[in-house]
């Protein structure tokens, strides 16, 4: 077996970890350092139930390869912290946007990424952004109007009377 080092930052925690050449991001996190807050869905990087931050951008854990990280800071739902974290929660919850809970870490983080990249966007384009995470619950419209609410200033008013109306119906 084709044996390699780790290194990489988990949640601001330095780790080494030994692991075979062949092992997903996805299974070292689950498997190895106990962080089962990522979710594997279909384990072909279409669900986005496994979504990560790596270097601050979203990727598949299911599809990248552990070795791919090295000397990489990596971010699971356990280490989501901070206020643009709480905000977004927050909205999450008032919103409604989470039911099953399946896909919530990965509807978490790629909105996390939006919130953090602190750019306007509209319904549409929020809508855009979180298309690959796939939830079969909501329906959507509380994710983006959560996700939204937690841009600061960042749905246009006219888009966030229309996700507030459907939340309400």
Request: hydrophobic letters at 40%; a negative charge; proline letters at 3%.
């Amino acid at each position: 077996m084709n044996e390699i080092t780790v290194r990489m930052a988990v949640n601001g925690r330095p780790h080494t970890v030994r692991t075979a050449g062949r092992t997903t991001l996805a299974d070292l996190l689950r498997d190895q350092l106990d962080l089962t807050g990522l979710h594997l869905g279909c384990e072909q990087g279409v669900c986005g139930a496994c979504t990560v931050l790596v270097d601050g951008l979203p990727m598949r854990a299911c599809l990248t390869l552990a070795g791919a990280c090295e000397g990489s800071d990596v971010v699971t739902v356990e280490g989501l912290e901070g206020p643009d974290a709480e905000r977004l929660r927050a909205a999450f919850s008032r919103h409604g946007a989470l039911q099953c809970g399946f896909c919530t870490p990965g509807m978490l983080l790629s909105g996390h990424h939006l919130v953090c990249a602190r750019q306007p966007l509209t319904r549409e384009e929020v809508s855009v952004a979180m298309s690959g995470n796939i939830c079969r619950c909501t329906g959507y419209n509380g994710i983006v109007g959560a996700v939204g609410e937690a841009l600061e200033g960042g749905i246009a008013a006219e888009d966030t009377a229309v996700i507030t109306r459907n939340h309400e119906e």
